[in-house]
């Protein structure tokens, strides 16, 4: 049904529940996990800072990716990783029709009003713009 | 004694609060410091009188010149030397032509409309005249363009664009004497020794906790800074040159440029910014807001009007030209460094800093927003769907 299957992962609580649903998935349907974590400089990027963001952001995520394969491993899913740089929903749509991903699985984060209002949401600009379907995990 | 302490707590407190607005706030840490320092100034100033904060204190003044010392050649170590072997001639027309644009059309704007005289109006045609590399930078890398040919060029052209500015504020206020000629030639001899000394001294004593390398680097930055003052140059000029000409060695160990990443930005930056902050005059800035509307504007025209035919000579559709060249039209770093030179050479007064300052800022902000309200990435564009393709929530 689904040959490849995209997870948004920032190591939060709600991103590792996606996982596990899409980890669980994956086992299921012997597809392959792209897990794609999604590095936001700050605005507007000033030179040396952006570079030692996305430094932290590459480092971070490199640690908490080896525990996905592990656990990957375990299952005997093919799971892929990469990190982005962006806005998260931008870079997970835009992900997504690149590496021709059928199903995105994403975390949803209780955000407070002023965060909404600031930030957005990142799992309906999802919603909104991705060009396959969408399984949002609470 | 104590009152040094208290005076460096209060400084390291609004750096906090300033980082602490970054993160809530999404902003880089630079442009809150610029902001918190600002406001500090004029709060602070109010309750307990304008040297409350004594950003003319001379430990605050060498930390301060210490941060941009070090951010510039941070700045330049970013160089990659690759980018340069494919479309150098690309970038050195669309650089210099980013750089000359703006310079001349700022410094005309300054000079001819506003009134200012002739040292200050080609000061503000240097800080109006950078761009910003981060900003264009991070574009590319959200649209994966910075692997592309189209996008090294462009990264590479604002290398340039930035050279110019800096090679400008070094030597443009200067006189040329036997001073200066010193100077370049002492220069000359380390940048081409530099890169062959410095991976092999490294090598050879490096990489134990005694910080060797953060230590011989300050010792070239501030030994080639002085001696550019002694010649009535800047010292940020050897010290983007410095970063350039290592940025193939130095720069690729990213274990050393973190090291120095964490000494400028926990104790060297926040000086520097929030100093450069609390020089801003709000009341000079609120009883003439149309001068720093005019210099900002000046900078987004003349960068536009300086980069869409030359971008359009290398071949660049008509909606590339204009994204790259509002991109090209961004800066904020090198901006605020050649202001506060400016402050501090007696060269513009406090209400011509501010409207400098002001307008820095403001080509940091408004030609992103321009360029991501008008030429976000296509699939962003596409009409909004009445429903999701499909969703599926797990409880």
């Known amino acids: ?138 | 004694m104590e009152s040094t302490w208290f005076l460096a707590a209060l400084w390291l407190a609004l750096a906090l609060v300033a980082t602490l607005l970054a993160i809530w706030l999404r902003l880089s840490t630079a442009l809150s410091e610029i902001v918190v320092g600002t406001v500090a100034q004029l709060v602070i100033g109010a309750f307990f009188g304008l040297q409350a904060l004594d950003a003319q204190a001379p430990w605050i003044t060498f930390l301060s010149g210490t941060g941009a010392i070090v951010l510039t050649f941070l700045a330049g170590a970013e160089l990659d030397p690759e980018i340069f072997r494919t479309k150098w001639r690309e970038a050195v027309g669309v650089g210099l032509v980013g750089f000359f644009a703006p310079f001349l059309g700022c410094a005309a704007l300054a000079y001819y409309v506003l009134g200012w005289s002739g040292r200050s109006s080609w000061l503000a045609g240097i800080a109006l005249s950078t761009t910003s590399v981060a900003v264009v930078y991070a574009v590319m890398l959200e649209l994966g363009l910075n692997r592309t040919t189209y996008g090294k060029a462009i990264l590479a052209s604002c290398f340039v664009n930035d050279l110019g500015t800096v090679i400008a504020l070094g030597l443009i206020f200067s006189p040329f004497t036997v001073r200066t000629a010193i100077f370049l030639g002492v220069s000359a001899v380390v940048f081409l020794a530099l890169p062959w000394i410095t991976p092999r001294f490294f090598r050879r004593y490096g990489d134990r906790p005694s910080e060797l390398e953060a230590k011989f680097l300050l010792l070239t930055l501030f030994a080639l800074g002085g001696l550019a003052v002694w010649a009535g140059s800047e010292a940020v000029l050897p010290a983007y040159l410095v970063g350039m000409v290592l940025a193939g060695t130095v720069g690729k160990d990213h274990v050393l440029v973190r090291r120095l990443r964490t000494l400028t930005f926990g104790l060297l930056t926040p000086f520097y910014f929030i100093r450069a902050g609390a020089f801003v005059s709000v009341p000079a800035l609120l009883g003439a807001p149309l001068a720093f509307l005019a210099l900002l504007g000046a900078k987004m025209v003349t960068k536009l009007a300086g980069l869409l035919p030359v971008t359009g000579a290398f071949r660049y559709s008509g909606s590339e030209r204009i994204y790259y060249s509002l991109l090209m039209s961004t800066g904020l770093t090198f901006g605020t460094i050649s202001a506060l030179f400016g402050l501090s050479h007696q060269i513009i007064d406090q209400a011509q800093y501010s409207f400098l300052v002001a307008a820095v800022i403001g080509s940091a902000v408004i030609p992103t927003m321009i360029a991501n309200a008008f030429f976000l990435p296509h699939h962003l564009m596409v009409e909004e769907p009445e429903e999701p393709a499909a969703v599926s929530t797990v409880a």
């Open chain 1, 1 to 138: 049904m689904f040959s490849r299957i995209l997870v948004a992962y920032d190591t939060s609580e709600h991103a590792q529940s996606a996982f596990e649903h899409a980890l669980e998935l994956a086992a299921r349907l012997h597809t392959s996990l792209l897990v794609v974590a999604v590095a936001r400089p700050s605005e507007p990027p000033t030179r040396v800072e952006l570079e030692a963001e996305l430094d932290h952001a590459r480092t971070h995520y490199e640690e908490a990716f080896a525990r996905l394969r592990a656990a990957a491993k375990k299952r005997g899913v093919d799971l892929h990783t990469t990190v982005e740089v962006g806005h998260p929903a931008e870079q997970i749509v835009r992900t997504a029709e690149r590496e021709h991903c059928e199903l995105i699985v994403m975390g949803r984060r209780g955000k407070t009003q002023l965060e909404r209002w600031m930030l957005g949401s990142v799992s309906e600009r999802v919603l909104r713009y991705a060009h396959c379907p969408v399984l949002v995990v609470r």
